[in-house]
């Protein structure tokens, strides 16, 4: 089956690209000492790889994680376009991030690929209440997606597959389960036959096999824990329906990742990744497909993120405790204090999120910002970011060693106590500080632009009001900054000024 040949021409991405595709994203090409960038000294296999080790839900152990050929393939189950992603989904892709910028800085050449679930009951549904089609509809949350994306400062993948994409690929998959026995036809939909498989539930354990049967009654099935592949077109999908050899209709989700895996990645790649929530039925399903379509594992490694609880509850929308990027935004946290927040605890463990977790994440930063200021000032900037670490070794370590962020993060500020940057600081103390930025993903704020003094009087003049709570006084104020051009943008104690469009009319 010509589809399922994969190749792997034209698929490899270097950390130089990596770096290149964010220069691009950010928009700041070549901007030296930019701390997000891996600078394109960097150049591939140029330096001794350090071994990160990482818990293996498939084995149940910590263990190292291996290339597959010269680079490290990683793929991770992105969002579902229908709604803005809460900060429950985002504690996973920040996680995530941290994996594949250790990856990038211990030179494993990462190629990430994260995809977009365009297609399933949620986005039909969503884009038939809003009146839109379905690529209008998932466009849009797309792109509020990657707005939040980009406000939590998290890089780019490689590769952003769409299921609705991948369509040719998710029917051949099929075809060669159903050729091979292990998949059938009822109704114009098929199904996988779980009782084909015997190796069904290697990732999950599940005693009993304890198997759900969600849609069981509203399709017929031989096995009520038997999954579905594809769906038959029904009155509901309105025209969202694809041609098959079984009659019109349109995937089932699972099929959609081990399609757009496969495709980008091939088969036997190195880490698997997504939220605690799918490991069961999504991921032994993946498993099962990929298997049994191929003869080859889907992949080596297995990484799963806890959930984020809040105030000891799970995060849903019918107990109104769903957060999302832009509710902790206006609420007067940075973005990079929630991205500090949201790595406060190891990603295998619950994260308790309460307020307080972004007040003491703010005042970290706050810290973290100001060393950051003495060294560049010190170094007149001009550094770009360090090859290794040295003063900073042992952060690195507890990051290799299962991306041990908390453990990281305490070594960090027990450092910070007993150093002085205004006092004992060189050029490489800046260029290493960029490489450990970029490990955490928290660059520094940018640097504003020359203020005028009757500018920066009249932001004063606004932030007093506001701090006497005269709101009516200080929208005034906004708007005649606004008229002079100017944008100010408050942050938890302070604010920040930046030039705009002048209004006109
Ligand atoms: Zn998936």
Request: hydrophobic content about 40%.
């Amino acid at each position: 089956m010509e589809s399922l040949r994969w190749t792997r021409a034209g698929t490899w991405q270097s950390v130089r690209e990596i770096c290149l595709a964010l220069q691009r994203t950010c928009g700041r090409e070549g901007v030296p000492g930019r701390p997000d960038c891996l600078h394109p000294g960097q150049a591939k296999n140029d330096m001794a790889m350090d071994q990160l080790r990482l818990y293996n839900t498939l084995s149940r152990r910590v263990e190292p994680v291996e290339k597959d050929g010269d680079r490290c393939g990683v793929y991770c189950c992105g969002p579902t376009v229908y709604a803005p992603a809460h900060i429950g989904n985002f504690r996973t892709f920040v996680a995530v991030d941290l994996l594949v910028r250790t990856l990038a800085l211990a030179s494993y050449d990462p190629f990430f690929v994260r995809n977009l679930t365009d297609i399933d009951d949620k986005t039909i549904a969503g884009s038939q209440a809003a009146g839109q089609g379905l690529e209008d509809f998932t466009g849009h949350w797309t792109e509020v997606f990657h707005r939040d994306c980009a406000a939590l400062n998290l890089l780019p993948p490689a590769v952003e597959p769409r299921a609705t994409d991948h369509i040719n690929e998710q029917l051949a998959i099929i075809g060669r389960l159903v050729e091979r026995g292990i998949a059938y036809e009822r109704d114009g939909s098929v199904y996988f036959r779980i009782a084909a498989w015997k190796d069904y539930g290697r990732l999950s354990r599940l005693a009993d096999r304890e198997l759900l049967a969600r849609e069981n009654g509203r399709f017929a099935k031989d096995g009520a824990e038997d999954f579905v592949l594809w769906k038959a077109a029904r009155e509901s999908d309105g025209s969202v329906r694809y041609a098959s050899p079984w009659g019109p209709g349109r995937p089932g989700w699972h099929i959609e990742c081990s399609a757009m895996a496969w495709k980008h990645l091939g088969p036997n790649f190195s880490i698997h990744c997504g939220g605690v929530d799918l490991l069961f039925p999504h991921h032994e399903n993946e498993i099962a497909q990929t298997e049994a379509a191929m003869d080859r594992p889907i992949a080596r490694h297995w990484f799963h993120v806890a959930h984020l609880q809040i105030g000891g509850e799970k995060m849903s929308k019918s107990l109104g405790n769903l957060y999302t990027v832009a509710d902790i935004v206006t609420a007067g946290h940075s973005s990079r204090t929630l991205r500090l927040a949201l790595s406060s605890c190891h990603y295998g463990r619950e994260l308790c999120f309460r307020p307080e977790s972004l007040q003491s994440a703010g005042q970290a930063l706050a810290q973290l910002d100001a060393v950051g200021k003495v060294l560049q000032k010190s170094s007149g900037g001009g550094r770009p970011m360090a090859q290794q670490f040295s003063r900073w070794q042992s952060v690195w370590e507890a990051v290799l060693e299962d991306l041990n962020l908390p453990l990281a993060i305490g070594r960090l500020f027990r450092g910070l106590r007993h150093w002085n940057p205004e006092k004992n600081a060189n050029d490489d103390d800046w260029a290493e500080w960029q490489r450990l930025l970029f490990l955490l993903g928290l660059s520094l704020p940018p640097r504003e632009e020359a203020v005028p003094d009757g500018i920066r009087s009249l932001a004063e003049e606004r932030m007093a009001a506001r701090r006497a709570r005269d709101f009516i006084r200080a929208d005034a104020l906004r708007r005649k900054l606004a008229d002079e051009g100017w944008a100010v943008r408050d942050t938890e104690d302070d604010y920040t000024l930046s030039r705009q469009q002048p209004r006109t009319g």
